[in-house]
């Protein structure tokens, strides 16, 4: 556990309010500035810089900050780590995992609900959001793991493959273009519509085009929709041709809703990660998580 006066800096910097801190921390507010005090006076550095009621972080205690909150991350996973070699079903604590569109809908489920008859007493934090910004809410300590399809070239985090996945192109049944087999050059006449930009699936699609000499500018877009069912349920009132995960429209396709379009040439594989911050491998909760993951899904 962190000593007193580094967990009342932790929080006054996080909040950058003595006030706050004192709230969050059920102390009084001369407590909180006694305790900054004492590690400043320790430290022989300022950690604040104090005009009026307002307070920043000098580079001391910014540098301060940044290697406390390494330390809180390390905290919990020694934590996690002895609860879970204690006794499996004892483990305590939480598992925060963000995740792209088609994981949060398709995959994690049935993840989540075979982890947690293995761990009920640990809570879970499951957040949705499209491939770009789950990668930023790891990166911003948001959540502890992120899974995802795309692979941003970003220095704050490593990947580990999970699960294969395919994209394919889909339209209604009542689509002219439902019975036709397309070529990669009348997709540029073809009604199309997509993903919201920051999207995985529509980062995957357009890397797959460029490489068959296509840009995504050149096609004939109609629509951009922010999410996976947004999408579907839209090619299923319309006649454009969409891009979506197999997972994704496996019942609709089953059930006669909507059709997968032949496009010669064109076969959109791709890759699900789980994403985490450089220096840290996944150690309990999280290491147990991305096993249980595997083990479902790479049987």
């Known amino acids: 556990m962190l000593a007193i006066h580094y967990t009342v800096f932790l929080e006054v910097a996080t909040q950058l309010s003595f006030s706050k801190a004192a709230e969050a921390l059920y102390i009084s507010q001369p407590a909180v500035s ?32 940044e290697y406390l909150q390494r330390a809180k991350i390390i905290e919990k996973q020694i934590e ?4 879970i070699i204690k006794s499996q079903l004892q483990a305590k604590g939480e598992l925060r995992v963000g995740s792209s569109t088609t994981i949060s809908l398709y995959v994690l489920p049935k993840v989540l609900s075979s982890f947690r008859k293995k761990f009920p007493n640990v809570k879970i934090f499951q957040l949705n959001r ?7 809410a790891l990166i911003n300590n948001e959540i502890d793991l992120a899974i995802i399809e795309a692979h941003y070239k970003i220095n704050a985090v490593h990947y580990h493959p999970f699960m294969q996945d395919e994209i394919i192109p889909v339209c209604s049944v009542h689509s002219p273009y439902a019975e036709k087999e397309i070529g990669l050059n009348d997709l540029k006449q073809i009604q199309m519509a997509i993903r919201e930009r ?15 000499k296509v840009k995504l500018r050149d096609l004939n877009i109609v629509a951009s929709l922010g999410g996976t069912e947004a999408l579907k349920n839209y090619l299923v009132e319309d006649i454009a041709i969409g891009f979506l995960s197999r997972m994704a429209v496996r019942n609709e396709l089953e059930r006669g809703i909507l059709k997968e379009v032949e496009i010669r040439t064109l076969r959109i594989d791709r890759k699900f990660n789980f994403v985490l911050r ?8 999280v290491k147990s998580f991305i096993k249980e993951a595997r083990n479902h899904y790479n049987k």
């Not at 499209?130 to 930023?136: C, D, L």
């Open 34 to 65: 006694k305790q900054v005090k004492k590690l400043e006076a320790e430290m022989g550095v300022p950690l604040f810089e104090r005009r009026g009621n307002i307070i920043r972080l000098t580079s001391s205690g910014e540098k301060l900050l």
């Open 80 to 83: 996690s780590d002895l609860d």
């Open 130 to 136: 499209n491939s770009e910004s789950i990668v930023q």
């Open 198 to 212: 920051g999207s995985g699936t529509l980062s995957i699609l357009t890397k797959k085009l460029e490489s068959k």
């Open 278 to 285: 450089k220096g840290e491998e996944g150690a309990g909760i």
